[in-house]
């Protein structure tokens, strides 16, 4: 079984779901899996995940949007890790940075 396809299985086990690649990212970007991070009954944010294939290495971009009070902002890292630590680290910056719930996908 090759790289591409375990990390592929291993996004689906974890709740991510596939989308079409956006045209803006180019054709070494092959995939997009995105999943909801939910609290407090609501859509806190997004985690975008963006799979590289370049001539001599693969990738990830992840992609998160987040809301304060006052702020909206993009919260992208690089990496070639375990989603899981990825997961670990967003969901301590919305905490840390005071994140709310995303105003644009939640239905109040």
């Known amino acids: 079984m090759t790289t591409k396809l375990k990390a592929e299985r291993g996004y689906a ?12 990212k180019g ?7 995105q999943k909801w991070v939910r609290g ?11 799979t590289w294939e370049l001539p001599n290495h693969h990738g990830v971009e992840a992609e998160v ?11 992208n890292l690089l990496f070639e890790d375990d989603p899981v630590r990825i997961e670990a680290f967003y969901a301590d910056a ?6 709310i719930p995303d105003p644009h996908n939640n239905d109040d």
Request: one cysteine or more; hydrophobic letters at 30%; a positive charge.
């Open 13 to 24: 086990r974890q709740g991510y779901t596939k989308y079409p690649v956006p045209a803006y």
């Open 27 to 33: 054709t070494h970007c092959t995939a997009l899996w």
């Open 40 to 50: 407090e009954g609501k859509k806190l944010y997004a985690l975008n995940l963006y």
């Open 65 to 75: 949007r987040m809301y304060t009070k006052d702020h909206e902002f993009n919260l």
């Open 94 to 99: 919305y905490t840390r940075l005071g994140g």
